[in-house]
């Protein structure tokens, strides 16, 4: 879910930039046509200074992203608990003890091999 967000909003912005581009050079175009050089020079020069002020990208604040991603890592939706609506089965994990011998046991070479 996190990963396809994030794709989604960089496709987003290079959409955006490629868009911005064009018209920034469209605009170019149309005033190099009419031999309006200073014009064309004055664009230039304001859309430089002035582009950092004009991005339209709306600030999420810090609280939002904290309680977005509470939310996420809470895990409240119906997938991640242990009962599930659907066929009311109980999930329980039950206590697992393993000793030193078996966890030192290579199964695939079968031999033990002790630290």
């Known amino acids: 879910e ?6 989604e909003v960089r496709r987003l912005m290079k ?3 490629i868009n ?9 175009e149309t ?5 309006r050089l200073s014009e064309v020079w004055k664009f230039i020069r304001s859309s430089k200074s002035s582009n950092k ?3 339209h990208i709306s600030i999420i604040e810090p609280e939002e992203l904290k309680a977005h991603y509470a939310n996420l890592l809470q ?6 608990t ?12 039950e206590k697992v003890e393993i000793g030193v011998e078996e966890g030192c046991y290579d199964y695939k070479n079968r031999e033990f091999k002790w630290p």
């Open 2 to 7: 996190y990963k396809s967000a994030k794709i």
């Open 15 to 17: 959409t955006e930039k």
């Open 20 to 28: 911005t581009c064009d018209q920034h050079c469209q605009r170019i």
């Open 31 to 35: 005033l190099i046509g009419g031999k």
């Open 53 to 55: 002020d004009k991005v």
């Open 75 to 80: 895990e409240k939706t119906t997938e991640y």
């Open 82 to 93: 242990d009962e599930s609506p659907k066929n009311n089965i109980r999930v329980q994990g």
